[in-house]
């Protein structure tokens, strides 16, 4: 789960993960590449240059804790709804690429499907930490008091 609070932009480890299976390592900032292989997956990581944070933001399957935070149970249930059907449309457009047997459709159609099950499994961590099921905590930034399971450094 990536965190925009303003300027800063944080993420885990597992989001590092996300990316590296996905993309090819010469189009990933480095930095993504060194949290990656910090295997620290409880950490929110800072990104510090512009490049870094602009190439986070533009990823629209990480979720941002910041913007489901404000956001009631009912809201999210509603977000996870929707992120359920894409995963469903993933998952047919999957199943019909190895119907088809093009292996180019297929790989395209199985990252669709990691990412939206990666976008999914997040949002129900949401769920729970507003249920009162999981706990997170941060810094002292009003935001991030909520939050208690995760720890935040920076790399540089």
Partial sequence: MKMIDGEKVYIQERDAQVVMSVMPEERIPQVIVD??????????VELKSPE?????????????????????LTETLSMNQGVLAELNRAFRLYAEALELSDEESIQRAKVRLELMKYKEECI?????SKRGTINFSGTNSE?????????FRSIR
Wanted: avoid cysteine; proline fraction near 0%.
């Fill in 35 to 44: 949290i990656y292989n910090s295997k620290d997956s409880s950490s929110f």
């Fill in 52 to 72: 870094e944070r602009d190439f986070i933001n533009s990823l629209d399957y990480l979720i941002d804790y910041n913007a489901l935070s404000f956001l009631s």
């Fill in 124 to 128: 129900k961590e949401m769920i729970s």
């Fill in 143 to 151: 935001t991030r008091k909520k939050m208690k399971a995760f720890n």
